[in-house]
């Protein structure tokens, strides 16, 4: 086994272009519990997590810029990430414990692409994107384009993920985000439901919704908002859309749940979530 | 093998250890400070909780090699020699908050972190810091008296 | 002086520190590390091992079943678990060969270049197969044990009852998830063969060592390292992890340290027993219980190891606190194709207490009836039989925790309001309040205690420090504080001047293993038998009546005062002053193993548990607010040694009711990491209040009694019972996890 630390983003590619399939640590949370897992390390891995370019909170105009690197304490007490997005702090502080959050990053919890992450599912209903960078050039992605099946991304193997950029939601935009873990800390979700909607007297006008662990991948609900869109919230719309989300969902049963739980409790937080927005 | 300069316990050391070594390893193989544990190698239980650079982390999950010369690593052996240390092990003894004593080492640097950071933690603040920490004998409630006694609240 | 103090533990400050050095803390000149090749199927033969020789195997040390000089098997209670499989197999990741390296690294590699090949039969699974194959072919199941019990007249019992009410209850496997993993070191000098390790019971290790190896019991030495935590799970496992690294070290000629991965110590490692019990009760209107009709079965896996005396205790602790007078209990230990389940605090009672505390509040919600009522009308007096033909003479309690824990909780109000919550509720969440009310007979079950002849010694050495020798060990729970307070408090002498330190079988005496609730009574008391006698050694010595307070000898009749240290010199003058003595096992206390009848326990302690808890509507998720016990202890000897041990115990069994999942898949454990096992965190637990009772018990030194096991008996129950409170749903397995409550809720159309 070889480790490289690069010193900075330029020799990071130069490492990144000779050793394509070097495989990248960040904070180690989850890579490193899996190589114990199976007592082997891969071949070649690069560590990035000291490279302080990637480890940041900007505000910029109408969004919030987080870098890649920013681990999730961080996330968690940022009076930025607090004022604009409450909720991106509330679902970094249920990842883990405070040791976990102390070295584990935002850019490791999406590339990671497991589908119990937490943060994929709130950042998906705030529209976030990714800055994906190469040694030479720089694209945005949105969230929801990024997944693509299990453990499986749309970055490149030149790439890494520079930053996630966040919309900031407007005062009007309703959110919020539920969790069910294995237990009430140091637990990963069994299920997770998020979602922001924005109402108006002629019904809702943005809506997005977004659910963990109860598919390959990190989930926007496209189906449920489609319905949901320009629609009052009443008991038949709450209703019908719970049919639509039995309908399009395949949870499995695993180690940690069952299907049969998973499809109830999360039609349960559906109604939960749009009972809520409907008494506002 | 490679070679690094450390601030371990107050002390600068020089260490060498092979690239795959965990902080983990380097610490109880090369450094003989067997009182980090491992108790899962997964980053689950807490027993390998060390501060890095004043951060509480899991020395488990951290591959030695990445920490650069300069870092400051403080483990259950350097705690001793801290006002803050002591009053934190007096107080696990006096509220019986040690059995078996396994997880004890980790549960003291993240009281240790606690305190640091918070003067004067509510019960929910001292449930969450702890969170990161299996302990199996005492059910906890114990625990979080030592860490109200070292906090100076009785 | 020192009885019934907070006494500060004695190993307190070398664990604080991070001092204490266990076995994964040592490194031994040469020292291999070993790894176990296992079995990759759960039932039919071993054909091969095959070594892939692209691996240089002449860097590590292999040993089979056929480098074993002395038997095959692991001594339990009957030899027949094989140290290393020669051809059956019988579990899945039973040890088929063992690797010792230099590194765990190389070991690991090694192990990926070797080949376990086999002959695969269709294996036994899982305890609801268990009882399917049990209600259709009983007779196709092989039982380690099956003992019944009888009493009064069944028949009569159902026919005067005026209900009849049946249920069906299931438990899981626990894990018990010590903190420290197994390990031990094994390793020679001068010919003799040592374990250093992490175990409860060292004169357990030194035969099934010494028969496995083919030498003497006195050339094979068993040392105790500071134990992380054990509950049973380090009493009868660490026989065979020894066993292997003994063989690793006699092959080698090196010493060989084996410490388990947690995976792998979830993976193979025994677990508590999962259970099936069936109860059939005849019950009056106002809630008695006049007929009782048991069948206990118990996954006792793929051999007999410990599970005859768990089932054994399991049955007889089956009626919990309740006098019924016509009982019958069928009881098997069926044999399977998983790891043998063995020792887990409670020893089986949590299982079959858990069936009839949920059982009596079935009872109680299908015949309308409150919960304290009915356990009431049922309860444990003094001067009670109980099913196997015990009158309880001194000290029953049950009543007294009862009635506390349900003022305390405030039950009978809360549970009626809890009642009528119903469904349309604003809150997001209903609330539940429930109860169980028990009992945990101290030390061995029937005439266990007088085939184990217990010995225990003091030593007075010339310095005037009294070292007490002992098998016993210390793995959390503060044995060798309350010890030393037992001694120092006899002798009068400050506890500075006691020593207790761990055990070496060169060195100590065989007072028994570290199990079933019965060091403090048990051993404790033979230490004060040992204290007599040094007691009336000095008043020998001086021919005159001594008094000693705070190691100040006062010689009464000629008025002299002597310090301690002097008395000890003087002693020493004449030879070495050690005293052992053995236990003086009571005479009327006996037990018929054939018929199942007599003095099962000389004394029992009791609890009542009350819990509140709190379900979220939308997720089913259970969160325990507040937890109220009330346990009867005899005596608490370190008052805060006692809570910790209760507080800790119903923490477990609070994991052991909500959380912790371990499902068989394909004959492996489905939940093998700390990641996916899921014990209680700090965030897990409710508030909680301990109230000790003490009725001193009158062969109890000081009056102290059992404690260990207790506080496991009665946390699940009593969840259960505030979930059926709190949703009017009887579930009747454990852990009672979302996805139960939901499954439940839908065959009722709650959902």
């Known amino acids: 086994m070889h480790i490289f630390i690069p010193q900075d983003l330029k020799e990071l590619f130069e490492i990144k272009n000779k050793n394509p399939d070097a495989l990248i640590i960040a904070g180690g949370t989850d890579l490193m519990a899996q190589f114990h897992n199976i007592k082997k390390f891969p071949e070649n891995i690069i560590s990035i997590s000291h490279l302080k370019d990637l480890s940041f909170i900007k505000e910029q105009n109408s969004f919030i810029e987080i870098g890649a690197l920013t681990t999730h304490n961080a996330i968690t007490s940022s009076k930025i990430v607090n004022k604009y997005i409450p909720v991106l702090s509330y679902a970094a502080s249920t990842i883990g414990a405070p040791a976990i959050r102390n070295m584990g990053t935002i850019g490791g919890n999406i590339a990671n692409a497991s589908p119990a992450a937490d943060l994929p599912p709130p950042l998906l209903c705030l529209d976030a994107s990714l800055i994906l960078t190469s040694s030479t050039s720089s694209r945005e992605l949105k969230l929801y384009e990024f997944y693509r099946g299990y453990k499986n991304t749309a970055l490149k193997s030149d790439e890494i993920i520079f930053s996630i950029k966040i919309p900031i939601p407007s005062s009007e935009e309703y959110i919020d985000f539920y969790k069910i873990g294995t237990r009430k800390a140091q637990s990963i979700a069994k299920l997770s439901l998020a979602g922001l909607i924005k109402k108006s007297k002629k019904g809702i006008e943005t809506v997005r919704l977004a659910a963990g662990s109860v598919a390959p991948i990190p989930l926007r609900l496209f189906e449920v908002e489609k319905h949901l869109a320009q629609k009052m919230l009443t008991r038949s719309t709450i209703s019908n859309s719970c049919d639509i989300l039995i309908r399009y969902l395949k949870p499995i049963t695993d180690v940690r749940s069952t299907e049969e739980y998973r499809k109830t409790a999360l039609k349960n937080l559906l109604i939960k979530f749009l009972t809520k927005v409907s008494s506002i | 093998m490679i070679k690094r300069r450390w601030k371990i316990n107050s002390k600068i050391q020089t260490v060498e250890f092979s690239e795959d070594s965990r902080l983990l390893d380097v610490l109880r193989e090369r450094l003989d400070l067997i009182g980090t544990k491992e108790g899962c190698g997964e980053g689950e239980c807490g027993a390998c909780s060390v501060l890095i650079d004043n951060v509480?982390?899991?020395?488990?999950?951290?591959?030695?090699?990445?920490?650069?010369?300069?870092t400051e690593i403080m483990t259950i052996e350097g705690i001793e020699n801290t006002t803050l240390g002591k009053k934190i092990q007096k107080a696990f003894i006096e509220a019986n908050a040690v059995q078996c004593g396994f997880c004890t080492p980790g549960m003291i640097m993240a009281t240790y972190y606690l305190l640091k950071n918070f003067k004067n933690?509510?019960?929910?603040?001292?449930?969450?810091?702890?969170?990161?920490?299996?302990?199996?004998?005492?059910?906890?409630?114990?625990?979080?008296?030592?860490?109200?006694?070292?906090?100076?609240?009785? | 002086m020192y009885i019934g103090k907070d006494i500060d533990r004695i190993d307190g400050w070398e664990k604080v520190t991070g001092k204490t050095r266990f076995v994964a803390d040592h490194r031994m000149p040469g020292m291999l590390f070993g790894l176990t090749i296992r079995s990759p199927i759960s039932k039919g033969r071993l054909k091969n091992i095959y070594f892939d020789n692209r691996f240089d195997f002449s860097q590590v040390v292999i040993v089979t079943a056929k480098d074993i000089k002395g038997s095959n098997f692991i001594h339990i209670i009957k030899d027949d678990m094989p140290c290393l499989v020669s051809d059956r197999i019988n579990y899945l990741g039973e040890p088929v060969a063992l690797i010792a390296a230099k590194s765990p690294a190389i070991a690991y590699e090694a192990s990926r270049h070797i080949k376990v090949e086999t002959i695969e039969e269709t294996p036994l699974l899982g305890i609801e197969e268990i009882v399917k194959t049990y209600k259709r072919e009983p007779d196709s199941l092989t039982y380690f044990y099956q003992p019944t019990?009888?009493?009064?007249?069944?028949?009569?019992?159902?026919?005067?009852?005026?209900y009849i009410v049946e249920s069906e209850f299931y438990t899981g496997f626990q894990e018990h998830?010590?903190?420290?993993?197994?390990?031990?070191?094994?390793?020679?000098?001068?010919?003799?063969?040592?374990?250093?390790?992490?175990?409860?019971?060292?004169?357990?290790?030194?035969?099934?060592?010494?028969?496995?190896l083919g030498i003497s019991e006195e050339d094979t030495i068993i040392i105790q390292a500071p134990t992380g935590g054990a509950f049973g799970g380090k009493?009868?496992?660490?026989?065979?992890?020894?066993?292997?690294?003994?063989?690793?070290?006699?092959?080698?000629?090196?010493?060989?340290?084996i410490v388990y991965d947690r995976e792998e110590d979830i993976s193979f490692t025994t677990k508590r027993h999962p259970s099936y019990v069936h109860h059939k009760a005849g019950v009056m209107k106002d809630g008695r219980i006049l007929a009782l009709d048991s069948t206990i079965l118990f996954d006792a896996g793929a051999y007999t190891t410990l599970s005859p005396v768990v089932l054994s205790r399991g049955t007889l602790h089956s009626c919990s606190v309740y006098s019924i007078p016509n009982v019958r209990i069928v009881a098997k230990a069926v044999m399977s194709n998983i790891p043998p389940p063995g020792?887990?605090?409670?020893?089986?009672?949590?299982?079959?207490?858990?069936?009839?505390?949920?059982?009596?509040?079935?009872i109680a919600h299908r015949l309308k009836l409150n919960p304290y009522d009915i356990r009431k009308k049922n309860l444990l007096r003094e001067g009670s039989q109980m099913a196997f033909g015990q009158v309880l003479k001194e000290g029953v309690a049950a009543e007294k925790c009862l009635d506390r824990v349900v003022a305390i909780s405030g039950f009978n109000k809360k549970y009626e309001s809890y009642k009528k919550q119903g469904k349309k509720k604003e809150s997001d969440v209903l609330r539940g309040i429930g109860i169980s009310t028990i009992l945990h007979g101290g030390s061995f079950t029937g005439s266990g205690e007088q085939v184990l002849k217990s010995r225990a010694a003091i030593e007075l050495h010339p310095d005037g420090i009294v070292e007490i020798l002992v098998a016993n060990t210390e793995m959390g729970q503060g044995m060798i504080t309350t010890f030393c307070q037992i001694v120092a408090e006899k002798l009068g002498i400050p506890i500075e001047m006691v020593r207790c330190p761990l055990p070496d079988t060169s060195v100590v005496p065989n007072s028994g293993p570290t199990v079933a609730s019965r060091t403090t009574m048990i051993v404790g008391r033979i230490l004060l038998l040992c204290c007599d006698e040094?007691?009336?050694?000095?008043?020998?010595?001086?021919?005159?009546?001594?008094?000693?307070?705070?190691?100040?000898?006062?010689?009464?009749k000629s008025r002299r005062r002597l310090s301690f240290k002097e008395v000890a010199s003087a002693l020493n003058k004449s030879g070495r002053v050690y005293i052992e003595m053995p236990y003086d096992f009571p005479p009327d206390q006996v037990w018929d193993e054939e018929n199942y009848r007599g003095t099962a326990y000389p004394v029992y302690s009791w609890g009542a548990i009350a819990i509140e808890i709190e379900v979220n509507k939308y997720t089913l998720d259970v969160t325990p607010i507040n937890l109220?016990?009330?346990?009867?202890?005899?005596?608490?000897?370190?008052?805060?040694?006692?809570?910790?041990?209760?507080?800790?115990?119903?923490?477990?069994?609070?994991?052991?009711?909500?959380?912790?999942?371990?499902?068989?898949?394909?004959?492996?454990f489905y939940q093998n990491k700390l990641q996916t096992y899921i014990i209680p965190t700090s965030e897990d637990i409710p508030e909680i209040k301990t109230e000790i009772l003490e009725v001193p018990y009158s062969r109890g030194p000081f009056g102290a009694k059992g404690i260990g096991e207790l506080p496991h008996n009665g946390v699940a129950p009593a969840l259960r019972n505030a979930v059926l409170n709190a949703l009017g749903l009887e579930i009747n397995e454990i852990p009672i996890t979302p996805e139960k409550k939901s499954a439940s809720l839908k065959n009722r159309g709650l959902l």
């Open chain 3, 343 to 362: 020792a887990f605090r409670g020893f089986g009672a949590p299982q079959t207490i858990f069936a009839m505390e949920s059982f009596i509040d079935t």
């Open chain 3, 628 to 668: 109220w016990t009330v346990y009867e202890i005899g005596k608490a000897i370190n008052r805060k040694a006692a809570i910790g041990q209760l507080e800790g115990g119903s923490i477990q069994a609070l994991g052991y009711g909500l959380l912790e999942r371990c499902e068989l898949k394909d004959g492996k």
């Open chain 2, 121 to 154: 933690p509510d019960n929910k603040t001292i449930r969450t810091a702890l969170s990161g920490n299996l302990c199996r004998c005492t059910g906890y409630r114990m625990i979080f008296d030592a860490v109200r006694i070292a906090s100076g609240r009785k």
């Open chain 3, 177 to 212: 998830l010590y903190l420290e993993p197994q390990g031990v070191l094994a390793y020679q000098k001068n010919g003799k063969f040592f374990i250093l390790g992490s175990l409860q019971c060292p004169y357990y290790v030194r035969p099934a060592v010494a028969k496995v």
């Open chain 3, 235 to 257: 009493e009868d496992f660490p026989s065979l992890l020894a066993a292997h690294a003994a063989l690793l070290s006699q092959k080698s000629g090196k010493p060989v340290m």
């Open chain 2, 56 to 70: 509480l982390k899991l020395s488990c999950l951290i591959l030695a090699a990445t920490l650069p010369d300069n």
């Open chain 3, 534 to 556: 040094l007691l009336k050694k000095i008043r020998d010595k001086y021919g005159d009546e001594v008094k000693i307070e705070k190691g100040i000898v006062y010689l009464q």
């Open chain 3, 149 to 162: 019990i009888n009493k009064g007249n069944l028949k009569e019992g159902f026919d005067e009852a005026s």
